[in-house]
T-cell receptor, first 115, second 113 residues
């Protein structure tokens, strides 16, 4: 069974540019989460989809971040325009059962560097 | 708001020794915790979990202890191996808020051969 995949693995952009990150969850997983780890700090929750619906976007830092999950399959996270403080590692996770922690699987992350 | 944190950012142990990684939390209503291991270039990987109706849970070479009185949990790794070198995070699973995770800062474990 394929795990959660993320693309690209690395992205280096200049301040003011736009970047789109993609996450492909495990097939059949309705729950999809985005997290990020900035500058070696803790991993912070960004938002949660159930199928194509945003259930919780309380962790989105500001309106420069836009997440979508059209059709309830893969998700994209767009940062426009990117700022220096957006640098970090963005993780995606998916699960079928939100009640069981062992069922939430993480992707390898996308390392974003904003220069 | 919720807060889950770690006491030490780095831990260095000798191969074969036991490792103990600590974590404190602030919300007394928290009742479901998970430990994750993150290796370089990979996402967090589930190690073990514990719910508040338990004080201790054991896995393969790992034990998690939960002290609800002082809002503290720990991860013990027995006979630490070089492959255990990674960053370890404690997290609270807010299953009643969609299953999102609130992570602590992380402890980097380094195992010396």
């Amino acid at each position: 069974e394929a795990g959660v995949t993320q693309f690209p693995s690395h992205s280096v952009i200049e301040k003011g540019q736009t970047v789109t990150l993609r996450c492909d969850p495990i097939s059949g997983h309705d729950n999809l989460y985005w997290y990020r780890r900035v500058m070696g700090k803790e991993i912070k929750f960004l938002l949660h989809f159930v199928k194509e619906s945003k259930q919780d976007e309380s962790g989105m830092p500001n309106n420069r971040f836009l997440a979508e999950r059209t059709g309830g399959t893969y998700s994209t996270l767009k940062v426009q325009p990117a700022e220096l403080e957006d640098s970090g590692v963005y993780f995606c996770a998916s699960s079928q059962d939100r009640w069981r922690g062992e069922e939430q699987f993480f992707g390898p992350g996308t390392r974003l560097t904003v220069l | 708001g919720e807060s889950v944190g770690l006491h030490l950012p780095t831990l260095s142990v000798q191969e074969g020794d036991n490792s103990i990684i600590n974590c404190a939390y602030s919300n007394s209503a928290s009742d479901y915790f998970i430990w994750y291991k993150q290796e370089s270039g990979k996402g967090p990987q589930f190690i073990i979990d514990i719910r508040s109706n338990m004080d201790k849970r054991q896995g393969q070479r790992v034990t998690v202890l939960l002290n609800k009185t002082v809002k503290h949990l720990s991860l013990q790794i027995a006979a630490t191996q070089p492959g255990d070198s990674a960053v370890y995070f404690c997290a609270e699973n807010l299953y009643n808020q969609g299953g999102k995770l609130i992570f602590g800062q992380g402890t980097e474990l380094s195992v010396k051969p």
